[in-house]
């Protein structure tokens, strides 16, 4: 509305060790020897009634953002987001139903109770956990996240870079192209303020996917398009065999991924916590990352509202 060279990138957090620590439950036994309970089985037994019940956890998600998410040949949801769901489905013990949802829908959606959950490379970010607009007023209940993956924000260009781009600032009286409420949205915003006090403004171009942004710099229309990693790296490494987009400079603004999870619902948000930290263990979690190229993202622990 998604996917890591930094060590900044890796989430800790005190609290994520004390949640390990409780899936490993002990009991007296015969001879007094302590046995350790089946952690999944602890956590199927935490997951809440609606979604048990149910035996479905619906997800929605933005099948549009490679590799994070996407359509793959059978037309079936495929990419990070979608194994790492599936992955937390068998944990769980539920079926996990994608619910195809355009990025700027899922968060009203979700309040909405149209899913369970949104998982589609969502920053987790203050804004969207209280509630807020671009101008700062409370304009929905706001949402709880469960981090799991961090991803930066890097410039696209195209191939052999033109233009000279490097950093932000270089976008000053150019032309920038992104998909429209994402991470991406608000570091363009605060751009425009910046290139305007050098009296070169920037122009920014907001589409409703990001394929269209990146349309649009492989046209010549946008000087640069703004992703989150692992999507301007994939962009490079598959469009054209390589030939027609590079990444340029640094990252910047660093965040974590997380999955969604309305404010009333603390039973599934911190059920999910305890499932992705399972997942982080079983070795799992490394296997997925390593198939999708995006390793360098990976997160030590699930962290709530871990964002910026």
Known sequence: MPHLRHARRRVVAAAALAAAGSLLLTGCGGGGQAAASDPVKDIRGRLPKAQRSAGVLRIGMDVNYAPVEFRGPDGKPAGLDPDL???????????????DTPFDKLVPNLQGKQFDVAMSALSDVRQRREGLDADGKQVDPGVDFV??????????????????????DDLCGRTVAFQQGTTQDGIATRQVAVCARTGRPLTVHRFDTDAKALAEVSAGSAAAGLDDFPVAAYAAKTMDGGGRFEVTGAQSTSNPYGIAVRKEDTELRDTLSKAVDQLIRSGEYDKILGKWNVSAGAAQNAVVNGGI
């Open 85 to 99: 769901a599936a992955a937390l489905g068998r944990i769980l013990d539920v079926r996990v139903e994608f619910v």
């Open 147 to 168: 981090d799991y993956f961090i991803a930066g924000t890097s410039i696209v260009v195209p191939k052999g870079n033109p233009k000279g781009i490097r950093t932000l």
